[in-house]
């Protein structure tokens, strides 16, 4: 078997797992436990579950058998290398350890870290930097609609 397949292979593994193991929980676990009072979990389950086969199989007949919608073809090819499966790698131990982890920054990171050994050319800053302003914007942001979802709703419903 060649390197690149066994790559390619652990990476998208670890990948996948982790996206299960640290998505799924933030997602699913929380509409599971907010609704086991009412529905079995095997029930709740299935239904997640629909929704997913329902959003594969509408992405397989809409765009002709591209799940993706068409994203992954504007990214440019690459050679496999080992490094590619240290992110999905890290989120994997973060995870199992249990420390509460955003996947969208470990994979940032993993790729500006990539790009940074490639040297700074190989970086695009514009992208860095709306990356960077939204990370900064959204708490304060995030916060802000709390607030007021929290003021209109109290002034609607009284409490």
Request: glycine share 8%.
């Amino acid at each position: 078997m060649e390197l690149t397949l066994i790559y390619t292979i652990v990476g998208f593994a670890l990948a996948g797992w982790s996206v299960i193991a640290n998505d799924s929980v933030q997602t699913l676990g929380t509409f599971i436990a907010s609704k086991q009072k009412w529905f079995k979990w095997y029930t709740l389950a299935a239904s997640a579950s629909f929704a997913m086969i329902v959003t594969v199989v509408y992405g397989w007949w809409a765009y002709n058998g591209d799940i993706s919608y068409g994203r992954l073809t504007r990214i440019p090819y690459q050679e496999i290398q080992w490094y590619h499966a240290v992110a999905p790698g890290i989120l994997l131990l973060l995870t199992r350890i249990g420390i509460p982890v955003s996947t969208t920054q470990v994979l940032v990171g993993a790729v500006l870290g990539v790009g940074l050994a490639r040297g700074m050319a190989a970086l695009d800053t514009r992208v860095i930097n709306r990356i960077f302003l939204s990370w900064v914007v959204t708490l304060p942001a995030g916060a802000l609609m709390s607030i007021l979802f929290f003021f209109t709703l109290k002034s609607v419903f009284g409490a």
